[in-house]
């Protein structure tokens, strides 16, 4: 079996009424395993793409940066509160979410990574730290609650995962500029 047909059951068992309510149900979840698992789908489900329309990625993502930019523009755009709230009252929104992720977004930025250079690869990780700390001391320290159909508990949590997340990207940010990878090859 490859990739490409992991993804696409991935993708069933995720767009199943049950799992996604269930998913939907906590913030935490929402935002930090259901979106990422959608992405993922689309990523192991991009070869099979890949392969079925190579002139396609070839003139439309040569370099890797129209792809990226559409990742990014994707991810801070289901990063806002505003959009989760979205995404659990209106089905066409929602609809959105399970078509943007993982086959905007994942193929995206499956086709994109290998293409750039490694100074591309980590102003992308550093982008996405300082978008992290940024959102998680929103979550955490806002006096208002930003999402209607969480409560401010769920609110909190989140945005200490953003930062624990963050905390991550730091530190293989750290790793990436003491250590040389070529010397474990």
């Known amino acids: 079996m490859n990739q490409s047909f992991y993804g696409l059951l991935l993708y069933i068992f995720l767009v199943t009424p049950p799992v996604a309510n269930f998913m939907e149900s906590l913030m935490v979840i929402h935002m930090h395993m259901q979106m990422p698992m959608l992405v993922i789908a689309g990523m192991l ?8 329309f190579p002139r396609f990625f070839e003139k439309w993502n040569s370099n890797g940066v129209p792809g990226i930019t559409l990742f990014v523009i994707l991810m ?14 209106s ?9 943007s992720l993982p086959f905007l977004a994942g193929i995206s930025l499956r086709d994109s990574w290998k293409k750039l250079n490694p100074f591309g690869k980590n102003s992308i990780i550093i982008s ?15 006096p208002v609650q930003l999402c209607n159909n969480y409560l401010v508990i769920e609110q909190v949590t989140l945005g200490w995962a953003f930062l624990l997340t963050a905390i991550g990207m730091i530190v293989y940010l750290g790793y990436n500029f003491f250590i040389d990878p070529s010397a474990y090859e």
């Open 45 to 52: 489900m991009a070869r099979f793409f890949q392969k079925r």
């Open 76 to 89: 801070v755009y289901w990063m806002l509160p505003r959009t989760m709230d979205e995404a659990l009252t």
């Open 91 to 99: 089905t066409l929104v929602e609809g959105f979410k399970f078509i």
């Open 128 to 142: 996405f730290t300082v978008l992290f700390i940024g959102l998680g001391w929103i979550y955490i320290w806002s």
